[in-house]
Structure formats: C-alpha cells, structure tokens
C-alpha cells in the first residue's frame, strides 16, 4: 500500500501547490472551496494508506525483491451476472420522470423499486447462486 499512498500524497501537494494559486489567480470562492475538500480529501486516503502500510506485511506489489508467480492465487469473490441492478435503475428512471409527469408514477415507481432493491440485496439468499 505504500505506492498508493505516495501517489495519492503526491495528489496532495499538488492541490495543495493549486488552491491558493487558483485562489490568487481567479478569486472564485466556489472552485477555491472545491479545490480544497480535493486537497483534503487527498490528505485523508494518503494518511489511511499510508498508516496502513506501516502496520501490515508487504503485499508482492510492496517488496522490491517480488516475483509475478508470488501475486499469484485467489483475488477474492466476484459476483456473477445480475439483472437487478437494470431494473433498479429502471425504476430510478421511472421516479425521477414521474416528478415530471405527475406524482402518481414516482408512488408507482418506488413501489417497484422497494421490491427490484429487495432483489438486488438478497440475491445470494435465494435462486443458482444460493450460499
């Protein structure tokens, strides 16, 4: 983790070199204030990264000394094929044009949607890819 947190501490000190040159320059209260929740929010991933880093064995990617075979093996779960997250978006589709349309449709659409959102949560719950 120790590369991530020098490219985000790098991200940084740029913003952090950038904020009060764009605040010079321009005057802009909005981007200024932007600019620096970016700086900050850079300095927070930097210092959990980096904290991290110190308290944890080095991953392959860490050690200098680290061959391809030794980042070999499981990477972890990745879920399968998921029609849920289509009719979730639907529905969102159906809300947000149901305040447009009259009010009736958004009542509709976040009815469909609690049960298309039920789905999606407990899909591993139930079906081929029961646990």
Known sequence: MKSEAWIFGICTAFFGLVTPSYWFITGDPTGTSALVMATLLALLVTFYLGFHATRMEPRPEDRKDAE?????GELGFFPPY???PLWCGMTAATVVLGVVIGWWLVV????IGF???SGWIFEYYRGEHAH
Do not use: R, T
Not at 108 to 111: F, M
């Open 82 to 84: 998921s029609w849920w």
């Open 68 to 72: 391809i075979a030794d980042g070999a």
């Open 115 to 117: 049960v298309a959102l």
């Open 108 to 111: 509709i659409g976040a009815g």
